[in-house]
């Protein structure tokens, strides 16, 4: 999609803090922290919500997931503890049309707190 800023994050037209890239998968800086480490992983490939993913392609949503917990562990975060949220369309948070899973991390996360 020409106009999907994750698309050109992902085509390095738009600069990003980025972390971690492979063939598949990009995962960078969130510009909006919601934890003292936010990190958003998107596929390469332009999907706009999880329900647009065929089932072919589970494999990239369990490699989204496998960065996830690696990034987590390479950050020190692993044993204290991390979220890892995907939001799907508008009721379900989601602001930007290309499927991303956010980790965050860094402070605790409890709902509520306390």
């Known amino acids: ?3 999907c800023i994750f698309c050109k994050i992902a085509q390095h037209q738009i600069k990003a803090n980025i972390l971690h890239e492979d063939d598949a998968l990009i995962a960078f800086h969130d510009l909006f922290p919601q934890a ?3 990190v958003l992983i998107i596929p390469k490939t332009h999907y706009a919500t999880l329900n ?3 089932s072919s392609e589970a494999g990239l949503l369990a490699r989204m ?3 996830a ?3 987590a562990q390479s950050q020190g975060f692993s044993e204290q503890g991390y979220r890892l949220v995907m939001n799907c369309n508008k009721d379900g948070g989601q602001s ?3 499927i991303h899973l ?3 991390a ?3 996360l409890l709902w509520p707190p306390g």
């Open 65 to 67: 997931m496998q960065t």
């Open 36 to 38: 003292p480490f936010h």
């Open 106 to 108: 860094g402070r605790s």
């Open 1 to 3: 999609m020409s106009d």
């Open 96 to 98: 930007v049309y290309h």
């Open 102 to 104: 956010h980790l965050l």
């Open 69 to 71: 917990q690696q990034l």
């Open 52 to 54: 647009d993913v065929p």
